[in-house]
């Protein structure tokens, strides 16, 4: 009991002060461990290929005789327990408390389309890796736990995923921008930097794809007003920007954008690029985005790829939450990473 409550417990009492049996503490913690096992189960559901590191683990704990079985009764330390199976049969196979494994991998994925094809298994399985490769290190569960819980656990969910095509593109484009925008030959004009626009810098947002007409302009107003602020001895730029703005067509669109993904200097950056792209294309504007974006350190390589001809299969984990129907199903990975963060 100390290591699990940190400290020693003498007494429990319940939400009336009653005093309770110190075995409920016990029947908390074989409560959790259950759960833990439950998502650990569910991830590794997700491990169907044999080959991965996820899939040898899976064979290794799940192949009896094996050094690290545990999926049956086991003894560890001189001292018989119970295997992952006893843990979890009675959620996943509640007429079967001797399940095989496979029974229970049947059990998890059902009703998963995505488990029918091996394609689909193809993208379980990247969505896997990609959650795995966050969780490293002390902390790896708990700091991965925010980003990949709504995720994986709200069918909702309309923010961005980190290896869909508009976040490589971006990435690409993070990495070519300052090349272009500092090159000493690049003017307000060039068409070298007709490649880059506002999804360069911050990711698009799905639920306001764009802001239209009156929003719109008064967007690009909000972001002049900020930049006077920041710089106001530019006056006559400022008083002109405003002036263009308020000719701009009735029924202007520009991009939206997710703010999260462009705090601090990267928002002045992002504010610079409507202005350059959306109301003027100028040396005043040009050197807006010049002062926000970094130059290239020297003898560094401009990276090769430009950022039409980034391909992505998009987000696996995008993916696959994009075909489960049942909300339980959407609890795969992120209850696991949450539960093991504790």
């Known amino acids: 009991m100390n290591r699990i409550y940190q400290g020693r417990v003498s ?22 461990q259950d759960a833990v096992n439950y998502y650990l189960l569910c991830l590794l559901s997700l491990a169907n290929d044999t080959h991965s590191d996820m899939g040898k683990l899976r064979e290794q704990i799940t192949k009896e005789g094996s ?48 488990a029918t094809t091996d394609e689909g298994k193809a993208t379980l399985a990247a969505g896997l890796k990609q959650l795995l490769s966050k969780c490293t290190g002390a902390s790896g569960c708990r700091n991965a736990a925010p980003e990949f819980l709504p995720r994986f656990c709200k069918p909702d969910f309309g923010g961005n995923y980190v290896e869909d095509k508009a976040a490589v593109a971006r990435q690409a484009d993070k990495l070519r921008f300052p090349f272009v925008l500092h090159d000493s030959t690049t003017k307000p004009n060039s068409t070298s930097l007709d490649l880059f626009g506002v999804h360069s810098i911050a990711l698009p947002n799905p639920r306001k794809p764009e802001f239209k007409e009156t929003e719109a302009t008064s967007k690009l107003r909000e972001m002049t007003a900020a930049w ?18 308020s000719k701009l067509p009735s029924d202007i669109a520009i991009p939206g954008y997710a703010a999260t993904s462009a705090k601090g200097e990267i928002k002045f950056r992002l504010f610079a690029m409507f202005l350059f792209r959306y109301v003027e294309k100028s040396e005043f504007t040009l050197a807006l985005l010049r002062s926000t974006t970094p130059a290239p350190e ?8 430009e950022s039409t001809e980034v391909e992505s299969a998009g987000d696996p984990t995008k993916s696959a939450v994009k075909f489960l129907k049942r909300s339980n199903m959407l609890l795969v990975c992120s209850g696991s990473c949450c539960e093991l963060s504790r």
Do not use: C
Not at 11 to 32: G, M, P, R, S
Not at 228 to 245: G, N, V
């Open 11 to 32: 007494k429990v009492f319940d939400d009336q002060n009653q005093e309770l049996d110190l075995h409920v503490l016990w029947q908390h913690h074989d409560l959790f």
């Open 67 to 114: 050094d690290s079985f545990v999926w049956g009764t086991f003894r560890k330390r001189g001292i018989t327990r119970r295997g992952l199976r006893d843990s979890v049969a009675p959620y996943f196979t509640p007429q079967n408390n001797v399940p095989a494994f496979n029974e229970v991998v049947s059990a998890v994925l059902a009703g998963n389309p995505m």
């Open 228 to 245: 006077r602020k920041r710089q106001p001895d530019s006056t006559a730029d400022w008083e002109r920007l405003t002036e263009k703005i």
């Open 298 to 305: 020297a003898e560094t390589k401009q990276p090769e790829t």
